[in-house]
């Protein structure tokens, strides 16, 4: 059975940091990019970033760029999304899921689309 269990949110003041974690099991970890969604109340899902278990390239929306760290640990299957200096438009949960692409390329791929498997979210609160 395919899972993508996320971890790690909760509620923080602005300006703070967490680090997500998005935990993979029931398909082959290297096979797979995992990418980062959020969904705000009353917004569409949006991309944050990806990356690729197999050779660890990344990519990060304007959003986050500067500000969040994807990285991968690969004996653990296990991605992580390191979040500095939040901000209230942060606000929202977080999704991670599992696209079938070895390499990330420089455009990234965040539509949504590619992504065969997804988490159940965890819940990200930034107050000011």
């Known amino acids: 059975e395919v899972q993508l269990v996320e971890s790690g949110g909760g509620l923080v003041q602005a300006g703070g940091s967490l680090r997500l974690s998005c935990a993979a099991s029931?398909?082959?970890?290297?096979?797979?990019?995992i990418g980062w969604f959020r969904q705000a109340p009353g917004k569409e899902r949006e991309g944050v970033s990806c990356?690729?278990?197999?050779?660890?390239?990344?990519y990060y929306t304007d959003s986050a760029k500067g500000r969040f760290t994807i990285s991968s640990d690969n004996a653990k299957n296990t991605v992580y999304l390191q979040m500095n200096s939040l901000k209230p438009e942060d606000t929202a949960v977080y999704y991670c899921?599992?696209?079938?692409?070895?390499?990330?390329?420089?455009?990234?791929?965040?539509?949504?689309?590619?992504?065969?498997?997804w988490g159940q979210g965890t819940q990200v609160t930034v107050s000011s």
């Open positions: 899921a599992a696209a079938p692409y070895w390499v990330v390329p420089g455009t990234g791929f965040l539509a949504g689309y590619e992504y065969d498997y």
């Open positions: 990356i690729s278990s197999r050779d660890g390239s990344t």
């Open positions: 029931g398909f082959t970890f290297d096979d797979y990019a």
